[in-house]
């Protein structure tokens, strides 16, 4: 559970920063949440409501464990992404590797903790850039092409290994993303890779309308949040446990005695 995640985490002197989305969702973004619970037959409102139960729950727990919550103007990966190349946290713990695309520098996932071990998958963005040849504008532009949290789909037939091999054919001064907004214009592939991936974006016309949208959301990284990103490099980590209100808690939610919810806090 959270609870004792995030003991554990402590216990192994992790300091966490709890960032959440902000209550307002893109009409990019819900469009492709729509689609999705479309596929599954529920609605985006039920939905929403569901998820935004769970996220008041578990913040409502780490307020009282005293653990900092940040609620971010917009997407919280953009948020952690701009914290990380700052050098205001280490890591990004998240499994959503749009984070990348906004920018961050070290992202860790398949994050598993408990009182004798942590385990956990590490990346680095300049392993990527050395070892792939895919640098921040690279993977943008997989994200158009295969997909993103602004488009589930991507662009259909192309699969990861023709974009992987389409983009590190492209010279490294040119920018990969200005190249496959310009492909269908030029007409003129330069080889066997950009000849498939031209035919594909033929046959999909439609699909690149919104590739104009999900650039200026990945990009527009200026610091219109820097009063936000300020409070959370002065921010008072761990503040005392506030005891009886999180005895309450568990006891309602997990029918724990206060004995027992004293002696987890306390260990």
């Known amino acids: 559970t959270l609870f004792f995640r995030v003991l554990n985490m402590i216990y192994f002197n992790i300091k966490p920063i709890f960032i959440l989305d902000s209550t307002k969702i893109t009409d990019l973004k819900l469009d492709v949440i729509t689609k999705r619970l479309a596929s599954k037959n529920r609605t985006t409102d039920k939905t929403r409501s569901a998820f935004n139960v769970l996220i008041n729950e578990c913040s409502e727990l780490l307020n009282y464990l005293g653990l900092p919550i940040i609620r971010a103007d917009g997407e919280a990966e953009k948020l952690c992404a701009?914290?990380?190349?700052?050098?205001?946290?280490?890591?990004?713990?998240?499994?959503d590797s749009d984070c990348f695309v906004y920018g961050a520098k070290t992202i860790i996932r398949n994050f598993g903790i408990d009182m004798k071990s942590i385990s956990f998958d590490i990346y680095d963005r300049h392993e990527i850039e050395s070892n792939c040849h895919l640098n921040q504008r690279s993977l943008l532009a997989l994200a158009l092409l295969l997909g993103s949290d602004y488009d589930s789909q991507g662009i259909q037939g192309i699969g990861?290994?023709?974009?992987?091999?389409f983009l590190q054919s492209i010279p490294s001064n040119i920018d990969p993303v200005d190249y496959i907004?310009?492909?269908?214009?030029?007409?003129n592939p330069q080889n066997k890779y950009e000849l498939k991936i031209l035919n594909i974006l033929k046959n999909?016309?439609?699909?690149?309308?919104?590739?104009?949208?999900?650039?200026?959301?990945?990009?527009?990284?200026?610091?219109?949040?820097?009063?936000?990103?300020?409070?959370?490099?002065?921010?008072?980590?761990l503040k005392p446990v506030r005891?009886?209100?999180?005895?309450?808690?568990?006891k309602k939610k997990l029918d724990w005695i206060e004995s027992y919810t004293f002696i987890k806090v306390k260990y």
């Open 82 to 95: 701009q914290l990380n190349q700052m050098n205001i946290v280490d890591v990004v713990i998240t499994n």
């Open 160 to 165: 990861r290994e023709n974009a992987l091999k």
């Open 181 to 187: 907004r310009t492909v269908l214009i030029r007409n």
């Open 204 to 237: 999909n016309n439609k699909n690149i309308k919104h590739f104009d949208k999900i650039i200026k959301e990945y990009s527009s990284l200026e610091l219109d949040n820097l009063p936000l990103i300020v409070s959370i490099a002065s921010i008072k980590w």
């Open 243 to 250: 005891l009886k209100q999180l005895q309450l808690y568990m």
